[in-house]
């Protein structure tokens, strides 16, 4: 075989490695691709699952004597009866706004008091703990379950939660006869913490 005939069977051999190493390449990324997605589709399910699994939580909010108290937004709601409640249904009355949730422990172990509360103060104050993210038939099966004759409403969407600024669940919002907010706890209450709240909107033993 000639010079010539060798320099192409040299570039012939050249341009055979540089293919093998291409496919090698590709065949690579080939494998890695979805090994990846599964790592990330892991990390997602486990943060996801993170969130379901986590609790709030719970958080005290400092007073803040200068702060001037403001009206509290109101809101058309459906309560588990299909009716549709509106917190100026409730004008000239103290209410006790209760954000929860079925999933969140706090809440489940704060309800016996809301309802011990609802019962002690029956004509005096208005409790209404409104849901957020459940839906009607998760509500409904929680109050079943545990036999509790509240003003359950739904906030499937939390838009109110977010209007009224909820950072965690529970949070409670105690509002007086002229429809001001006077008092705002985040966090599990006990009979203390809510008899405090209670008495700044006035009601009392």
């Keep these: ?13 050249a341009d055979l490695v540089v293919i ?12 890695r691709a979805p090994a990846e997605d599964r790592t990330s589709n892991q990390q997602a399910g486990d943060t996801l699952r ?3 699994d986590s609790t709030p939580q719970t958080l005290v909010m400092e007073e803040t004597e200068e702060a001037e108290a403001e009206p ?7 309560a588990l009866t299909g009716e549709i409640v509106s917190l100026s249904d409730f004008n000239g009355k103290p209410v006790l706004i209760n954000f ?3 999933w969140c422990p706090p809440c489940v172990q704060e309800m016996p008091l809301l309802q011990e509360i609802s019962d002690d103060y029956a004509g005096e104050l208005v409790v209404l703990p409104v849901n957020g993210g459940d839906s ?7 109050a079943e379950a545990y036999e509790y004759n509240l003003m359950f409403l739904a906030d499937p969407e939390n838009a109110l939660s977010l209007e009224y600024s909820v950072r965690g669940f529970p949070t409670s919002f105690f509002i007086d006869v002229d429809g001001l907010v006077q ?3 985040v966090g599990m209450m006990d009979e203390n913490i809510i008899s405090y ?4 909107i006035g009601v009392v033993e």
Excluded: C, H
Aim: no cysteine; hydrophobic share 45%; charged share 20%.
């Design 197 to 200: 709240y209670l008495e700044k």
């Design 1 to 13: 075989m000639g010079k010539n005939g060798k320099n192409r069977q040299w570039y012939l051999d």
């Design 72 to 78: 509290a937004p109101d809101f058309e709601l459906q």
């Design 50 to 52: 993170g969130y379901s």
């Design 100 to 102: 929860w949730a079925t």
């Design 183 to 185: 008092g705002t706890y």
């Design 20 to 31: 093998i190493i291409i496919l090698i390449v590709m065949i690579t990324l080939a494998l």
């Design 136 to 142: 009607m038939e998760q509500i409904r099966a929680f």
